[in-house]
């Protein structure tokens, strides 16, 4: 048996996301439900196929799972999901317990933890994302405290004034991307995209990596002057604008 998250893309359809380690933690920020692939080497009968959820010893019914296993076929899946987890809410913390039964048999059992600080999944600190910013030729000064956290305020301007670039990097306790506010500005002769898409999709590609960067940046292609946010990796990502000459990016962690 295979169990992975389940995700929900910004299309809304329910995508796969990290593999459940049994006895392991599930730190997938985004997880709103479980897949199961369960195989079978008796395929040449029909059955019954259940699969039930314990949370800290008390049974989920939201999860609960009824369906005939089709004769002939050697794998099933199933989508565990409440309501809840269709409209985008996580899993809750907690200890978890997975069982699946055959005609009422249990063929198979794993349990796992959703821990209670489920942090966002980014890939550098913010100490690292300075560092980047730095080798990308901004100028970075310490801002003090903004929002209660550490700042540190970069910018860079094109050498014949036609463009100018932002970016507010916060730090939270523990050396991570509290938050990162970015700014593009076209100060001479509008749109600003041009110069906008480079700047922030090379940050976004760093900071959420090769799994999620493209689903990240496929979004921001897709949004303008409206404001519109996603969440992903355990963060939302908010992108807006004022006209043609300003875009604006923001990336917080979600509250846990």
Same mark, same amino acid.
């Given at each position: ?42 395929s040449d009968r029909s059955s019954a196929l259940s699969a039930r959820i314990f949370r800290n010893g008390r049974p989920e019914p ?52 959703v821990p209670e600080d489920a942090r966002a999944t980014l890939h550098l600190t913010a100490d690292e994302l300075l560092a980047l &910013? +730095?080798?990308? #030729? ?5 801002? /003090? !405290? *903004? ?82 946010? &996603? +969440?992903?990796? #355990? ?5 807006? /604008? !004022? *006209? ?13």
């Amino acid at each position: 048996m295979t169990s992975l998250t389940l995700r929900l893309s910004p299309a809304g359809t329910l995508v796969e996301g990290e593999r459940v380690t049994p006895g392991g933690e599930v730190p997938d920020a985004d997880a709103v439900g479980l897949r199961l692939r369960v195989t079978s080497q008796d395929s040449d009968r029909s059955s019954a196929l259940s699969a039930r959820i314990f949370r800290n010893g008390r049974p989920e019914p939201g999860y609960d799972v009824d369906r005939p296993w089709d004769r002939g076929a050697r794998t099933e899946t199933l989508d565990l999901l409440t309501p809840y987890g269709r409209a985008g809410f996580t899993l809750d913390p907690g200890d978890y317990r997975l069982e699946v039964y055959r005609d009422g048999s249990t063929r198979a059992e794993i349990e796992w933890t959703v821990p209670e600080d489920a942090r966002a999944t980014l890939h550098l600190t913010a100490d690292e994302l300075l560092a980047l &910013l +730095r080798d990308d #030729g901004m100028e970075c000064v310490e801002a /003090g !405290e *903004g929002d209660h956290r550490p700042r540190t305020d970069c910018e860079l301007s094109s050498p014949d004034g036609r463009w100018h670039l932002k970016a507010e990097v916060s730090r939270d306790p523990h050396g991570g991307i509290g938050r990162l506010f970015l700014q593009a500005d076209s100060l001479t002769d509008p749109p600003v995209a041009p110069h906008a898409r480079p700047f922030f999709g090379r940050i976004v590609t760093e900071l959420y990596g090769e799994e999620r960067a493209p689903e990240a940046i496929g979004w921001l292609r897709r949004q303008g002057e409206e404001y519109a946010q &996603l +969440r992903i990796a #355990g963060t939302y990502l908010t992108a807006y /604008g !004022e *006209g043609e000459a300003f875009r604006f990016l923001e990336i917080v962690p979600v509250e846990p």
